[in-house]
């Protein structure tokens, strides 16, 4: 009859113990943590001067990397199964699509060109309108919206369940399996591994003095002088400010369609505010500003310096700059594509 | 058995509360460690957010510096602030306090306004000053006006006074620069109109923004916002390590209160077991005397019968009947014994005690036995012993006993010692061995190990062969163990077997003086043909001061005889060359040769038939019976008078005018008692309780009373305090009419006035004693 007395209030107390661990648990903020991750290093360097370079990539995980690669070029992403992310953002043709702007699913056409994915992990907000304020943020906007690709995540992940290859990958990385934290984390991982460091601009500033030629020299100085280095600067030669279109002279009337983050804030000040884009890799992402209505870089400088600076340039200048802009292109690191 | 029910369901009860208690407090608990957690996690929150509130601003207040080049750390912390602030959003929603987040994003949009400012105006204002330099302008009135545009636009710049601003504004607008000719063809200077006017535009709307950056409220509500909820940390905290107490202290109470519960189930099994083990040996008790009882009329009554006349045939039955009966009881007093013992009921006593007395008593219940199977029982006492001890005397001898009937049961031929002698002596005790030592079949290594232990004899044929129940030597184990020693065993199979029993014996008692009589070294010539008791015999002669010749037949005895002169013959009755009557003839021819002549024998049918006129001393050999023998044979020199050793014989005395009242209820009892009385000639009357037993004391004159114990209505103490009242114990004496007293009861007993006690059955010489003893006129 002891026994039975002791088992019995040892089941009584492992029972109220078993209660209040669940009532534990379910307190517990739901944050999945995909585990086992190295994070992304980059290799710094500063250097004086308006412009920085580009780090090199100190570590990265692979696994997530591969992953998120084929991830990217997944059309799976995409609720008809057309559209990956690799559709507008092609890596091996400057990270954009070439177009002014972009289709999405059942031929929809966007209202925003698209931006380059090549070093976006160092812009310091995503989207014209910066209003993603990462990578993992800006994974949701073209998977949730209609006319990209139109799907949500349980869709995908239901998808990506029947393969038996992304399965084995995402088990591999994450014991949770696939869920919506371990797409965006692998997708991420996967851009912030597309940096194009050493480029001859890059080069010249960390003391190579034959990485520009002369007229790339004569270039360089007259973005400094002319003031363009004071909204295209920073590592990314752009990218971590916002700032309004036109903002000393006027410019062309098919650039003002666009409200610009005046949409999301709603504050006056801030119309045809948009994030300054990175100017790498420049001559591979035409056509340009936020509509891609601009195709040719040469007519994109002339209503920069007249808009932004009050500069009318001249031929020569047009053709300086334009020198400079080929010092911006940077490589991928070998095994990216 | 309902009454407990409910208690034990109720008293589950508080168990249950305590569980639910522990559950509540369990809760309780982990509401205010989920608190803590989120009131640490808002504080390590705002505290970043304060932290990166003041980078923030120092890069947005540094942002027109000349020296910054560019904005990535601005760009990083602005980052690193939005984050932030989400964080407190979500946070915000959760208490209800908005005020927080407005402020932030007040000071995230003056942020990000100033920074566009900033950037456009830093470079106008370069631009413009670069003007300065310009190698383009010829016309040496165009350069003063830009001269002039410059200083305003610097004076511009450092002036913070609105009017102050607007004069200068006025100023620079009265300069006029729009020059004919120079505006299309000189770009720069389109460039520096532009900027100028850009410059002049907006510089008081960075400003303006800048402002509230530099003043902004957020630090001083954050670090109010962080000492608030330091505050409720430490509250939370508090309160967290207090529910976990009381959590902890509701389990502790718990296991507590199954502890108190445990307690107190054992403490019912305890009283369970007392209670059970109290029935049982108040049952054994009462069985006790309700076993006896009819036992005793058995025995009683084969008696009875044995003394009518009877043929052969009928005879035998009764003899069988009896000592079926016999066995019976020994069997019963084993079991009733070993439980005693077991249930530790048994109490040893301390009462002074003479070991001759003891081995009389031993020798009494045995010596025949062992003379009709033809064995030698001797004795063998140690000098050095006191003569009295302290001690429990029945139960030695009850162990004694024991061991010697089983010495003589397993022994065909030879002899039985019994020796008793000093191991060492300490203050105040004796340490005693006694020994039974036999020759018989002996024991193997596989029997003695299953020797003392309960119901298991050597054999489990001994019982067919042997009888008994095997309880005795468990006893004897017990018994001694209960006096403080202890039993061993020897043997050897075939040979024999050596049963020892070592007690401590304490010498605290009232020593009469040792006899120390001596005789001079007078010659004695010792007759006896077993060599051990020859030895035993010859070395208790020559203590009490003898001169010993020993031999060991006749024809020896004869030859020493004629040689010399003794002044004692102690002469064994069976002889390997002569015996009995024949022995003694021969042995007296040498008349002269010899003054006193005493027989030794043990118990012989032989010699109770002739009425020899020597005196007889029974084997085995008592010290104290040799000595008074001779003694009194020396005394009386030509009286030579028999030495009887409680032989039953024709009674010359008549107790015919003895009038005796016995008193006893039980009817066969009563026919056994009578029968004893009337053989006596003894008138008796009767009475079957206390009661009628008073009435008839008060109505007539009796010489003696026997007065059992256990009757109903009144009992025998009662009665005999009532008689007490009116006879004293000289004028009437009472017999307490009893099996098995203890020397407490005994004590009882003489308390309340009874003279003595008898046990029930009485025999015939019993009483005689007693009677001699309390009455008077028997004499």
Redesign the interface.
Known sequence: MTYRYLLSVMVGLISVAGLLLGYYLSMLPGTSQVMVRTPTEYEYVSIAGPIQPIPKLKSIDPLWRNLGRALFNSPLLSTDNTVACASCHVVSQGGDDGFPVSAGINGSIGSRNSPTVLNSAFNFRQFWDGRSADLAEQVLGPIHNPIEMGSNFSQIILKLKQSPEFVQAFRQVSPAGITQAAIIKALVTFEESLITPNAPIDRFLMGDKFALSAQQKIGYRKFVDFGCVSCHQGRNIGGNLYQRLGRIAGVPEKLLKDKGRFKITKNPNDQYVFKVPSLRNINRTAPYFHNGSVATLSEAVTIMAKGQLGIDLTKSDIEDLLALFEAFNGHLPKGQL | MKGLKLTTKLSYLI??II?VS??LA??QF??H??NYQNNKSEFDVKSDLHDTTVELSIEVLSAMNASI????K???K??EF??LY?EITLMEASNNRKKLSQSLNDFL?HV??Y??YA??L???F??VS?MAFNKDVLNINHKNKIMNVISLVAAFRNNSDLAVSNDIKENIKKLNLTFNGIETQN?RW??F???V??ILAEHLNAISLLQPIQNTDISREISQDLLNLNERIEVDFIYMALWALITFLF?SF?FFI?LV??GR?LQISNNNAKMAAESKSQFLANMSHEIRTPMNGIFGISDILLKTSLDFQQRSYVEKLKFSAKSLTIIINDILDFSKIESKKLHVESIPFEIHKLLDNVKTMVGRSANEKGLELIFDVDDRLSNHYQGDPVRIGQILLNLSSNAIKFTEQGHVLLKVFLTRQTQGCDHLVFSVRDTGIGITPEQRQKLFTRFSQAESSTTRKYGGTGLGLTICKMLSELMGGHIEVESESGKGSCFSVHLPMSTDVEQIAKDNTRFFGQRVLLVEDNPITLEITSKVLSSIGFKVVEVANGSSALRELTDRHFDLVLLDWKLPDLFGLELVEAIEKFKEHFDHLIVFTGYDADYISTGLSYPVINKPLIKQDLILTITSCLNEKDNIKPYQHEEPIEELISYAHLRVLLVEDNEINTMVALDVLTEMNIQVECAITGLQAVEKAKLSEFDLILMDIQMPEMDGMEATKIIRQFKDAKQLPIVALTANVLHDEVQLYMEIGMNHHLGKPFERQELEKVIKKLVPRAH
Do not use: C, P, W
Not at chain 2, 69 to 72: E, Q, V
């Open positions: 168990e249950a569980l522990v559950l369990g809760s982990i509401n460690y989920f080049y560019h904005y990535d601005y760009a990083a602005q980052l939005e984050r989400q949009g990000t306004g920074m566009q950037t456009m830093k470079t106008s370069r631009f670069s770009s389109n460039m109109r532009l900027h006017k850009f389990v718990l199954a519960r445990q189930n």
